[in-house]
């Protein structure tokens, strides 16, 4: 099973790519609350981006799950002096009951996910798994990469030289 975070769903549905998440990892499962950060907010906020996460709800591609936060959450968030966001604790808590892949973008909470077992891949991953299983070209991934980049999308300059270096290896 895999389990995805609110930022993995928005970044590909900005670009219509939502559809590589069923291709390589078949149906998706997310708690409430990242439904009601992705859809219902992005809803009220005019973001395309919802419609077509909540169409995949529909079409039964991604998998609404009743989840609360497990206490090794709240504690992790004290050794690690940071407070997550109430989606990363909810998709954190599935993943961990649910023994599953976890797709997630933010740093704290991926250290956070490792920390308690969980194996984590972000949007990164995805675009090159794409790319290497002949779902998208290279130049095709790089063209989202660099508009994720104009459109916000924050990492450190070198994981973004590597990515580059790994995505013309393939």
Known sequence: M??????IL??????NKLK???DLYGKIDIPAEVFKEAVTAGKLNGYPDAEIIESAVINEDI???NTGVSQKVDEMEKVFNCKLGEGEREAITLA???DSLLLI???EASTIAEFLGVKTKGVLFILLK???LGLLKKNESLAIFQQMLEDGFWLAPTTAVE????LFEL
């Not at 990515?163 to 790994?166: D, G, L, Q, S």
């Open 105 to 107: 973008n933010d740093e």
């Open 96 to 98: 961990l009951k649910t």
């Open 2 to 7: 895999t389990v995805a975070d609110t930022g």
């Open 20 to 22: 590589l998440l069923k």
């Open 163 to 166: 990515f580059e270096k790994i």
């Open 63 to 65: 998998i609404l799950k």
């Open 130 to 132: 794409s790319v290497k």
């Open 10 to 15: 928005i970044w590909l549905a900005r670009y």
